[in-house]
């Protein structure tokens, strides 16, 4: 992509640079990649379009390839601080446990011993191929805190696959097509293995599918029939 002419006034506008190619500049540099990763995820529940302007992160991005970190460092800094939830609004705990019970790692499920999962981690990262994680770096994929939460936790059972196909009540799938935790194709994996979903893209939505979009109108009119 080619930077266009940027005016005075459009200057710091997303189509004046390219974020993706100061996103990898950033990380490469500076070795943060796990933070702004982090970073682009949070900020895309509240702004999946991520030029929210009391955040401006693609600014920060811009002027932290162009040499001036301060604000980009302290964004990243701003969103890895606790949101202060109480353990009934939101535990940490049961959310790790859950995801990690849930899940299939490169080490196998939770029942895997502790020792020899970095292991696996490690040659599963092996065989990423850079151009697949570009604008990161593959080794953003282990160091991120998704594995790094399941990797160190104790060996449990796993959780029981989901039923799939013996559902026999309606689902509602909602998919944010700007959704960077939860990508579309494990929501379209899901509804062509469940009898009777129904699945639905919220444009222009991330994470928080409900508050976007036509998320909120289509979860009122499935459960309303």
Not at 196 to 208: D, L, N
């Amino acid at each position: 992509m080619t930077p266009a002419r940027c005016s005075p006034t459009a200057r710091g506008r997303c189509g004046c640079f390219d974020p993706a190619a100061d996103l990898a500049k950033v990380v490469r540099r500076d070795g943060n990649g796990v933070g702004v990763f982090n970073l682009l995820v949070l900020a895309s529940i509240v702004d999946p379009r991520l030029d929210d302007p009391r955040f401006g992160i693609l600014a920060a991005l811009h002027a932290s390839a162009g040499g001036d970190r301060a604000r980009l460092d302290g964004l990243v800094a701003g969103f890895a601080e606790s949101s202060g939830e109480p353990p009934e609004e939101f535990s940490a705990g049961l959310h790790a446990a859950t995801l990690c019970a849930d899940s299939r790692w490169p080490w196998g499920d939770s029942s895997a011993p502790v020792e020899g999962r970095e292991w696996a981690l490690r040659q599963a990262v092996a065989r990423i191929r850079p151009a697949d994680v570009w604008p990161l770096l593959r080794e953003t994929a282990a160091a991120q805190g998704i594995p790094q939460t399941c990797l160190p936790w104790p060996s449990a059972r796993p959780h029981r696959p989901a039923p799939g196909r013996t559902l026999t009540m309606p689902v509602l799938l909602l998919a944010g097509d700007r959704d960077p935790s939860t990508p579309l194709d494990w929501a379209r994996a899901v509804a062509a293995a469940t009898p009777r979903a129904e699945f639905t893209v919220v444009e222009g939505s991330g994470h928080s599918t409900q508050s976007r979009g036509d998320g909120a109108g289509a979860a009122e009119a499935f459960l309303l029939r």
